[in-house]
């Protein structure tokens, strides 16, 4: 039986083939490996967005998840959510506690590392500023990192009610630029979640804002005037 051979050519370009592919599937581990490894920190990421109570020892096994995937390839997202555990773990101990304010630190570092690499993600901007709130109230560094939140994502509907709660209580400082897309955020907010809005606007005293921010959109002011009178009172 004769020999079927093939031609140099052939086996040059199956040998390139091979490699490419071999280069290929080395390259994607590393990304599918930190896919695999932040999977548990991500569901917990969803239950604090929810507003779900998480504990102490699901924020720290979390942590432990987001570390793992930088450990395979450092991300802005993931430093953003590690941001966000130390924030959310800095709640649960006391006030003016040594905890507390190592928390909030740790937040604001993992935020600048989420920064320094995608500068234009609004989560890390945000859990800055309510970091800098915690620490220094309204502070020009607070201002400076809000102003950055509303310019990267003021229609993230994950970030928008806790820049409102911001915005509302740094109003008088607010340059003009930032007041306006506060404004339009607030009209987001009440297509997103009336009620919430109404909530934390009553509660900070700032249901006059959000009345000047809708005085254009006489529909969203009748939903969020409806909603402030069936909001309960005390």
């Known amino acids: 039986m004769a020999t079927r051979r093939f031609a140099p050519g052939y086996i040059l370009s199956l040998t390139a083939a091979l490699a490419v592919g071999i280069i290929l599937v080395v390259l994607a581990l590393p990304r599918t490996a930190a896919g695999l490894a932040e999977l548990h920190g991500t569901l917990t990421i969803n239950e604090l967005r929810g507003g779900a109570p998480v504990s102490d020892a699901a924020i720290k096994s979390a942590m432990q998840s987001f570390n793992a995937a930088n450990g395979w390839v450092d991300a802005a997202p993931r430093w953003s959510a590690m941001a966000r555990l130390h924030y959310a773990r800095a709640l649960l101990a006391d006030s003016n506690s040594a905890d507390r304010e190592t928390g909030l630190r740790r937040s604001q570092d993992a935020s600048r590392r989420a920064i320094a690499l995608n500068p234009a993600l609004p989560e890390p901007w945000l859990r ?10 309204v502070s020009p560094q607070m201002i400076r990192a ?12 994950f970030t928008v009610f806790a820049m409102s709660e911001l915005a509302f209580v740094a109003w ?45 959109q006489p529909k969203l002011l009748a939903k969020f005037d409806r909603a402030v009178k069936n909001h309960p009172r005390g």
């Open 128 to 137: 800055l500023a309510q970091s800098e709130f915690a620490l220094n109230r």
């Open 146 to 157: 809000l102003a950055m939140a509303y310019r990267t994502g003021r229609y993230n509907r």
């Open 172 to 216: 008088a400082k607010l340059d003009s630029e930032t007041r306006k897309a506060a404004g339009e955020q607030l009209a987001f907010a009440v297509v997103q979640r009336t009620s919430r809005l109404v909530a934390i606007s009553e509660r900070l005293h700032a249901s006059p804002i959000v009345r000047r921010a809708l005085r254009h």
